[in-house]
């Protein structure tokens, strides 16, 4: 039996619940918004899709944080959504503040869960939520980043998506890292498969710039990153053991970073394949961490 708290049911929250429910994998949800209504009225939405699907997950909708109760996930979409013109650091203080406060509400009730952030920054809202609330945190990390190299990769290269494997990492959204010698097509590594077809760079600009390129159109990213989402919820909930790069919790100095990298997911998160990766995927791991490390400093200077 698993319960999973979806908080917030935006653009990307609807699709991330709507995609889960779908699954079959859980068999409890709680819907929470501060909109009114629009919960109640997301779940009758939901029911007509379910029963159509002959799937009988039970749906609390609520505008009650005090609802939100005894789950064993809790993801976290609400907050400010990113704008074309802005990267996912422009929006950090907004989401940060909203991040705090839900950081002093949910755990109390929901004491053995694991809180997933979806909010952007992702990676950095991961980490503040889990200094205030001192919970077990996890970021959805690079994982629809995998999604977007290898789809890109099988269309350019004009083979079936499940023969293309690699994994991305470091940071989610313009500033990841490709851990290149992970990628592989047919179990052929990517520069013997690709050569004469596609270049590394274009692979990188592909997937660096593609949500931008889908936001100035659609207003948005949702069902890539929604289904990454689900994969996430689905891995934990049936004890998959799937690897993915999700962004879990790391001491750097002095503070706990979300990185991602190839990692462990099932009933337990963990442990990452950091070790097994290739010296030069490694140097981009490392640097990418510093990185991360500098701006979440800057960032969070002047957080109360």
Known sequence: MTKVAFI??????????????????????????????????????????LASAKINTKILATNSIDE????????????????????????????AKIMIEFAKTLPRNNP???????TNPV???????MKYSNRFTI??????????LRSFIAERLGVPVDVVDGFAGGEHGEGLSIFWDTVTINNVPFDEAAKGKLTRDEVTN????????????LGGTSWGPATSMR????????????????????????ETLHVSRPTIVGNKIGPSLEKSLSEEDLRLLNAAVDK????????????K
């Open 231 to 254: 994969d996430i919820i689905v891995a934990v909930a049936a004890n998959e053991n799937r690897v993915m790069s999700i962004a879990a919790p790391i001491k750097y100095k002095d």
């Open 8 to 49: 917030g049911a935006g653009r990307i929250g609807q699709t991330i619940i709507y995609s889960t429910l779908l699954s079959g994998a859980i068999d409890k949800a709680i819907v929470f918004d501060i909109v009114p209504d629009l919960p109640q009225r997301f779940k009758d939405e939901l029911m007509h899709a």
């Open 123 to 129: 990676d950095q809202m991961a980490s503040v939520f």
């Open 68 to 95: 939100v109760k005894d789950a064993d996930i809790v993801l976290i979409s609400a907050g400010k959504p990113r704008q074309a013109n802005q990267n996912r650091t422009d929006v950090f203080n907004d989401n």
């Open 112 to 118: 053995k869960a694991l809180f997933i952030i979806v």
């Open 292 to 303: 991360m490390y500098n701006e979440y400093k800057e960032l969070t200077k002047n957080l």
């Open 206 to 217: 592909y997937v660096k710039d593609v949500a931008a390129q889908v936001i100035a159109v």
């Open 139 to 148: 970021s959805s990390g690079a994982q629809v980043e995998n999604m977007r």
